[in-house]
């Protein structure tokens, strides 16, 4: 059973750091996209960060661009979501996901979700 549970979500003051934890299992990710997500509350669900789980090229969204960095630990079998100076803007529910297409900004492309982790900032 496939499952991605992530951690590390919060209360933070704006201009203050989080990081993300995503804990993936149960299938082998080697050709897959991890990607990360956020949907505030009366949006539609937003591209944060992607990466190939077997290569070290990352893509970002506009908006966290300069702020956030996406690795992953091959020994922990993680995807983490490094946030760095957040702003109020970015409160969201965050989702790791993976999906084996490249087409690695579009939801509807990955396979698997997790159940998300909540990250508020405030001034």
């Known amino acids: 059973q496939v499952q991605l549970v992530e951690s590390g979500g919060g209360l933070v003051q704006a201009g203050g750091s989080l990081r993300l934890s995503c804990a993936a299992s149960?299938?082998?990710?080697?050709?897959?996209?991890m990607g990360w997500f956020r949907q505030a509350p009366g949006k539609e669900r937003e591209f944060v960060a992607a990466?190939?789980?077997?290569?070290?090229?990352?893509y970002y969204g506009d908006s966290v661009k300069g702020r956030f960095t996406i690795s992953r630990d091959h020994a922990k079998n993680t995807v983490s979501l490094q946030m760095n100076n957040l702003k109020v803007e970015d409160t969201a529910v965050y989702y790791c996901?993976?999906?084996?297409?490249?087409?690695?900004?579009?939801?509807?492309?990955?396979?698997?979700w997790g159940q998300g982790t909540q990250v508020t900032s405030s001034l």
């Open positions: 996901a993976a999906g084996r297409s490249g087409a690695h900004t579009v939801v509807g492309r990955y396979e698997y």
């Open positions: 149960g299938r082998s990710f080697s050709t897959y996209f």
């Open positions: 990466m190939r789980w077997s290569s070290d090229s990352t």
